[in-house]
């Protein structure tokens, strides 16, 4: 047998042992994990198969340019934010010399990637690798085939690098003042060490000092090399301790076996049982997913902030950063405020202190390592806070409050713009509505992103949301006056709805609505002039906070209910390529419906508001088995980092939080039977679905600890506090159960 036979035999055994108990219960749960769920994208790059501990600094994915690119260049070593490329590589070569390069582009084969551990055989060279992490490290395992010299090229693209006769060691820029440290040792000694020079390596003896390429040559013959390394913000002393406490020898195995069992431990929170089992690889692939964001970068209990360009201590409250909350504030910060309460809290507190440590003191909008992006529109980060309040977490109301009043009040709502507020926010604050522009004219403002355009419409009915969801913290503070105030501008987005058409339109500076106009094609690439990336059918139903409201809106519930019909067969408009063309964002089309695409998320959802839930529990049904499946193009839109997952997770379950800052759930159709979800009180809530299939996705009946429950919702309150939900479940829909009038408004009657 050879080398490259037995290395495959190992990496087969090794992963059989930690695969032997597929079946659920048995501690086994992370074996549903498919990493590659959704790899090859319908347009866009859904996911990435990414190997991570949960909410860890230290990430890892193999480095193409996508799914399907025939080559690896070089080992990454970590992500530090979820679109980056990785900071350092790792090269292992072995032949001559003359074949080294700072990065090597490899042919691969036999790739297999699980949450916990990564193995690939570089076919092209007949090396063999593999993974496994810790939080802030990790170890990699280098089997040579070969009996020439054996190499490791270590790179640093944007820093250097210094091997001291011990340890590889040096620093990778991100930009904006912020370093990735980097701290590696080998089990064996290097025979010599040298760089990369021009195409050239020069040996420099045992020592290199300050090189972006360090070569390192471990003899002719060597089967086996391992490297370990711990990575820091804060110091390459600090990567060192973060090495030395996680890692204390070179045992794959026993690294990879301690992330299996946090995976099974964070996994079962959520039990469930019945489904098939492409539909538990789906949910269970999908709740690791909303695991790779917000990372935890403290490390030893201090922090570097790229807020203020400094190291904290944090006080015993670890450090979040990394979230696009523009994505994720409406369902996967709600989902970890049910089953990860704590961890919650620590990153409700980490927005509170990057506000703070900011010059102008205002909330971020999508928290890097290094800074805040500011991507998107809407300030979205108070949606959060109203949430976390509306469900009891405790958390600095006062300060979360007044960072978050101070951004909607004195920054800029213009998209993607970082900056004090000018006249576009005036005219908000005067009028209630952002004003669009005439189509043909040009942008007079200076603020407004080329690209982006104003989104005009997009951003009002952001801001009306934001403004709602400030009104609730106002409220919980006894703040009579700003709650008034901004429950007032929470009304705004009636302000450009055309009660002859049924849409939100957008209007212009005179106060005119923007004539002639198409609700499926006006306002240019991504239909940004006037929405944002998503057209005038999508942000039709972006009321999540007052949904009776828009209702009475669009002429009462059979009306309303009759437009969510047409919503989803409404032709394309054009052929496929030329819409996707024109809104490449707008994918997992069914009619108007984007399922691929975040505001879309709690539309199938209102049936529930106008009394059909009957509708919404089909609709459901549908939009998991024909978007969300167990292969590689099982995703239909951006991902981003746990937004779309925690819809599937929510889903999947039977339940949805339409209204972040409303402690309720509105009612879908459970994909399996059972469903408990372990609470950090010690409490469990339980969801029965009794004779749910595939076929049977319709309620008949339901109970709530013992009650009859005639409404398609139900409150946190019954969750926290544990209980048992039973639903009997039926092929025909039950088109007189949860028609209560009370459901239109689902516990925001008592807010307006």
């Known amino acids: 047998m050879n080398n490259k036979a037995i290395l495959l035999l190992l990496m087969a055994g090794f992963l059989a042992v930690f695969s032997q108990h597929r079946a659920f219960g048995q501690e086994s749960v992370v074996d549903y994990v498919n990493p590659y769920m959704g790899n090859i994208s319908h347009l866009l790059v859904p996911t990435y198969p990414t190997v991570h501990l949960p909410n860890s600094l230290l990430r890892v994915r193999p480095e193409r340019s996508s799914y399907t690119d025939s080559y690896i260049r070089g080992l990454q070593v970590v992500t530090p934010s979820h679109r980056l490329a990785s900071v350092f590589r790792i090269s292992p070569f072995q032949g001559s010399v003359k074949g080294l390069q700072p990065i090597h582009s490899y042919t691969y084969d036999n790739e297999k990637v699980t949450p916990y551990f990564y193995s690939v055989f570089l076919d092209g060279c007949n090396i063999g690798v593999a993974f496994a992490p810790s939080h802030q490290s990790a170890l990699y395992q280098i089997n040579y085939e070969g009996k020439e010299e054996a190499f490791m090229v270590f790179h640093a693209g944007n820093g250097s690098l210094t091997f001291d006769g011990q340890a590889v060691s040096g620093y990778e820029s991100l930009g904006h003042e912020t370093n ?37 040559s471990f003899g002719d013959g060597v089967k086996e090399v391992k490297a370990r390394y711990g990575i820091s913000f804060i110091s390459i002393d600090q990567a060192k301790k973060n090495l030395r406490r996680e890692i204390k020898d070179y045992d794959l195995q026993s690294i990879a076996a301690r992330g299996r069992d946090l995976w099974n431990k964070t996994l079962n929170k959520i039990e469930v049982k019945g489904g098939t089992e492409d539909q538990k690889a789906v949910f269970y692939t999908s709740l690791y997913r909303t695991y790779e964001r917000m990372i935890n970068i403290s490390e030893d209990g201090r922090y570097w902030s790229g807020f203020d360009k400094a190291v904290h201590d944090d006080g015993g409250v670890p450090f979040f950063v990394d979230d696009w909350v523009w994505d994720t504030y409406l369902a996967t910060h709600p989902l970890r405020t049910l089953i990860e309460s704590t961890i919650q809290k620590q990153m409700l507190s980490s927005y509170i202190r990057m506000a703070q440590q900011s010059k102008e003191g205002w909330m971020p909008t999508f928290p890097q390592v290094s800074h805040d992006m500011h991507c998107m529109n809407g300030n979205h980060a108070v949606a959060i806070f109203a949430d976390a309040m509306s469900k009891g977490l405790d958390f600095d109301t006062l300060a ?42 040009k942008e007079t403002l200076k603020n407004i992103d080329d690209w982006e355009k104003r989104q005009a ?59 002639p106009f198409d609700y499926k094609f006006s306002g240019g690439m991504g239909a940004r002039d006037y929405y944002d990336e998503n057209n005038g059918w999508t ?119 339409v209204t972040p800052g409303i402690p309720s759930y509105t009612l879908g159709s459970p994909v399996f039977t059972e469903v408990e979800l372990a609470l950090e009180s010690g409490n ?13 996705k319709y309620i008949q009946s339901a109970t709530l600890n013992g009650k009859p429950l005639n409404r398609p919702w139900f409150s946190h309150g019954d969750i926290i506090h544990g209980g048992e939900l039973i639903l009997e479940m039926g092929d025909k829909a039950n088109k007189s159960w949860g028609v209560e009038k009370s459901s239109a408004s689902q516990g925001q009657e008592s807010t307006f």
């Open 180 to 216: 990735v440290y980097w701290y590696l040792e080998t089990d064996l000694k290097p025979r010599r060490a040298g760089h990369l020079s021009s195409g050239e390596v020069v040996f420099d003896g045992t020592r290199v000092k300050d090189q972006a390429d360090i070569v390192l």
């Open 400 to 441: 979360a409050y007044e960072a978050c009043k101070r951004t909607i009040l004195e920054e800029t709502q213009a998209p993607w713009t970082r900056g004090k507020a000018g006249a576009f926010d005036q005219f908000y604050k005067d009028h209630g509505y952002f004003p669009a522009l005439n189509q043909g004219e």
């Open 457 to 515: 419409v997009a951003v009002t009915l952001g801001a009306s949301f934001d403004d709602f969801c400030l009104s609730l913290l106002a409220n919980g503070l006894g703040k009579t006056l700003d709650y008034n105030y901004f429950l007032n501008r929470s009304h705004n987005y009636r302000h450009l709805f055309n009660s002859e058409t049924g849409f939100f339109h957008p209007r212009n500076s005179e106060g005119r609505f923007i004539e």
């Open 539 to 657: 942000f039709r139903w972006d009321v999540k906070h007052n949904v009776a409201d828009l209702i009475s809106l669009m002429g009462g519930p059979e009306k309303f209910s009759r437009q969510l019909d047409q919503l989803f067969v409404e032709e394309l408009g054009m052929i496929k390529w030329d819409f996707l063309g024109k809104l490449p964002d707008h994918t997992g089309n069914v009619g108007q419906f984007s399922m691929g695409n975040e505001p879309s998320f709690h539309i199938p959802y209102l049936y529930n508001y106008a009394g059909y839930p009957w509708k919404t529990q089909k609709r459901i049904r549908s939009l998991l088995d024909q978007w969300f499946r167990n292969d590689l193009m099982g995703v239909p839109g951006d991902e981003d980092g746990g937004g779309m997952s925690a819809f599937v997770v929510f889903s999947s379950m039977g339940f949805y939080p």
């Open 684 to 696: 469990t809530f339980k969801i029965v679905a009794r004779n749910s299939s595939r076929e049977n």
